[in-house]
């Protein structure tokens, strides 16, 4: 994600998101998902209107993310021509926000992104774009069609959205039960340990995804099917190799 404040893109720090998520996160779904007066009778942009955004064809420069438009004229040290973001200007860039692939990822087609993925682009809307600048509208295009009106795409990610939520609180809750593992990468070296002689296992959580879970004993780990083993390191090992990709 694009770090305004170090000029730079940077993932969202997990240590700093998830418990803050945990306070607001139904206020911060129903904002997302009912935005309300804000979008209400918004003026809706053509690809061809916002190009010409651009700090160049006319002063001001526009920017969409998730097909909501923002005038960002007040941070040209970012957006200007030739500052380092403006390929973001005039276009809506919502796929390569979360990639970091300025190349080939500046569209705002993100069927391709994971529900975590979406939730952390749509907290990116709202911490960064509806406090730091000016909202003009929304985009037609993958999000909103010519009339203002959510797309299939966006009732989509919307469901997946609410999902997320319900399965990132699940995770949060079961990092309460099974602490993270400590990790160290190096040359050669990927290892994964546990304090106070607990056990490492690999866990798979709500949502589909993999973590490493430290378990209490040997017995409480390999009862959950939901749990497995690290490849060549004994079951009472605090400390193992993580398996190779």
């Not at 720090?13 to 007066?37: D, E, I, M, N, R």
Request: hydrophobic share 40%; net charge positive; charged share 25%.
């Amino acid at each position: 994600f694009l770090d305004e404040k170090k000029g730079k893109m940077a993932r969202l720090p997990q240590a700093a998101f998830w418990p803050a998520a945990t306070v607001y996160v139904a206020a911060f779904v129903a904002a997302l998902l009912s935005p309300g007066p804000r979008l209400g009778g918004a003026r809706v942009f053509s690809k061809a209107e916002l190009a010409k955004f651009n700090g160049v064809d006319r002063s001001e420069i526009y920017m969409a993310i998730m097909g909501q438009v923002f005038d960002v004229s007040a941070g040209t040290q970012f957006y200007a021509s030739s500052k380092g973001y403006d390929f973001f200007a005039a276009t809506d860039g919502s796929l390569a926000f979360v990639t970091g692939d300025f190349k080939n990822n500046v569209t705002d087609d993100v069927s391709s992104l994971t529900p975590t993925q979406l939730y952390q682009l749509a907290s990116w809307v709202n911490s960064t774009y509806h406090a730091k600048y000016v909202y003009k509208g929304l985009l037609a295009g993958y999000f909103y069609d010519a009339r203002g009106r959510p797309t299939p795409a966006l009732d989509r990610i919307h469901d997946l959205i609410r999902q997320e939520t319900l399965d990132m609180r699940k995770r949060q809750a079961d990092e309460l039960l099974y602490p993270k593992c400590n990790s160290k990468r190096a040359k050669g070296l990927n290892l994964v340990w546990c304090k106070n002689d607990m056990v490492p296992r690999r866990r798979v959580v709500y949502g589909g995804q993999e973590r490493c879970a430290c378990f209490r004993s040997v017995a409480v780990a390999d009862r959950d099917p939901n749990n497995r083993r690290y490849l060549g390191c004994p079951e009472t090992n605090s400390t193992c190799h993580r398996d190779p990709a």
